[in-house]
Nanobody, 115 residues
Framework: QVQLMESGGGLVQAGGSLRLSCAAS????????MGWYRQTPGKQRELVAT???????NYADSVKGRFTISRDNAKNTVYLQMNSLKPEDTAVYYC?????????WGQGTQVTVSS
């Protein structure tokens, strides 16, 4: 019933930009935060950025100054604007929602940055 639908991934050259979107549908009670994580085959899933319902943001050091997270609380949608992309940003990006009761995860969207 609950689904997180991610979109906006794709292939881009180094220095380019992408904007990811994640829309949460279904019954999710009391969302505390929404965010983005990423994972490559050789690494553990890592935090990229999060934003609370009050607008407080948190970024991984590797993306500060390049990525911007935002959300529309009324639509339960979170966005990730990614600028100045690097090959190191290549990964599957997962949308995450933290409610008072449990966590939700999207299916992932591939971002590939060519050198």
């Amino acid at each position: 019933q609950v689904q997180l639908m991610e979109s906006g991934g794709g292939l881009v050259q180094a220095g380019g930009s992408l904007r990811l979107s994640c829309a949460a549908s279904g019954r999710i009670v009391s969302i505390n935060s929404m965010g983005w994580y990423r994972q490559t085959p050789g690494k553990q899933r890592e935090l990229v950025a999060t934003i609370t319902s009050g607008g407080t943001t948190n970024y991984a050091d590797s993306v500060k100054g390049r990525f911007t997270i935002s959300r529309d609380n009324a639509k339960n949608t979170v966005y990730l604007q990614m600028n100045s992309l690097k090959p190191e940003d290549t990964a599957v990006y997962y949308c995450n929602v933290e409610s008072y009761f449990r966590s939700y995860w999207g299916q992932g969207t591939q971002v590939t940055v060519s050198s």
